[in-house]
């Protein structure tokens, strides 16, 4: 038998006064505040005194939005790092969110770079300390297809089935490989002959950039932003590049395991050494998250 109204908002009443006591309690941990603020969020908790969870936060506790969800973030990160509380969590906020770019698409590399970054530091790894390390690591996997042979390699066959359920069409792959037979079913395409940075981008747009020019195509898609209907990036899941900030995604998918992509020139296995991500522009991004949902953890970007 389902409760009346009255009553349930009667439990989620108390849930919320159970959720405030663990943030009034001194803030005792980063982890046990973040998973409090993002249950508040989540369930609209927040609605029987205020309209808007950021309003929420500013007036009850007097904490800036940006600082609400660096809190739960960090400890949606520190989850991802140890799901049972068997391994160490990250010490602070700061700590968890230098690892989010890896916890969320792989955490058994986060875990071994928190844990290479607590032997560095003597057991008291800081934000810059582990920052370092993440990007060590991330610059050690990128670096095999950062220096391929080839610049060119073929978006993986499940991601371009995924992109044909966001997408009624896909109007424009400005970055195609110059094979007759293009990998992305596109009605126009533009190989690295055509230069696709040189031509106005219009409808639905899906692209696989280059890694050599992965800004390059940052910078085109923020100038092209408001004459195209959406857009799809494919990208290397590395959150601290300029052109990851670059890009007005509102949506990011962070694929779990790595993709296996296959050089243009040939069948060889080309399973990506680092994290890839997808990057979504536009309006309509239900249709996103439904259909990339089952290949990676999908996130509201905030900017």
């Not at 424009?172 to 040189?198: F, M, S, W, Y």
Request: aromatic share 10%; hydrophobic share 40%.
């Amino acid at each position: 038998m389902s409760l009346p109204a009255t009553a349930l908002e009667g439990v989620e009443r108390e849930r919320l006064a159970t959720l405030e006591a663990t943030i009034e309690r001194g803030i005792r941990t980063f982890v046990e505040v973040g998973s409090a603020l993002g249950e508040i969020r989540d369930a609209r908790f927040y609605r029987f005194t205020h309209g808007t969870f950021e309003d929420y936060v500013s007036d009850r506790w007097e904490m800036s939005r940006s600082k609400a969800y660096r809190l739960i973030e960090g400890a949606e990160v520190a989850r991802l790092m140890s799901p049972n509380g068997d391994t160490p969590r990250p010490a602070t906020e700061a700590v968890a969110r230098e690892l989010a770019s890896l916890a969320y698409s792989d955490p058994d590399a986060a875990r071994e770079a928190y844990s290479a970054a607590v032997e560095a530091s003597g057991g008291r790894p800081t934000a810059a300390i582990v920052r370092e390390v993440v990007t060590a690591k991330r610059e050690s996997r990128i670096a095999p297809l950062m220096t391929s042979k080839t610049d060119e390699w073929k978006t993986p066959r499940e991601v371009i089935e995924r992109i044909l359920r966001a997408f009624p069409v896909i109007d424009l792959d400005p970055c195609a490989e110059q094979a007759a037979v293009k990998n992305v079913p596109a009605k126009r395409h533009l190989t690295i002959a055509d230069d696709g940075l040189e031509y106005g981008w219009r409808g639905r747009v899906f692209a696989n950039p280059p890694y050599s020019r992965v800004q390059d195509f940052a910078d085109k898609v923020a100038m092209e932003a408001e004459n195209i209907d959406e857009a799809i990036i494919l990208v290397p899941a590395r959150t601290e590049t300029k052109w990851w900030r670059t890009i007005p995604a509102t949506h990011v998918c962070f694929f779990h395991g790595r993709l296996k992509f296959v050089p243009e020139s040939g069948d060889a296995d080309g399973a990506a050494t680092f994290p890839s991500a997808a990057l979504y522009v536009g309006k309509t991004w239900l249709r996103f998250v439904d259909a990339f949902s089952d290949l990676g953890y999908v996130y509201e970007r905030i900017r």
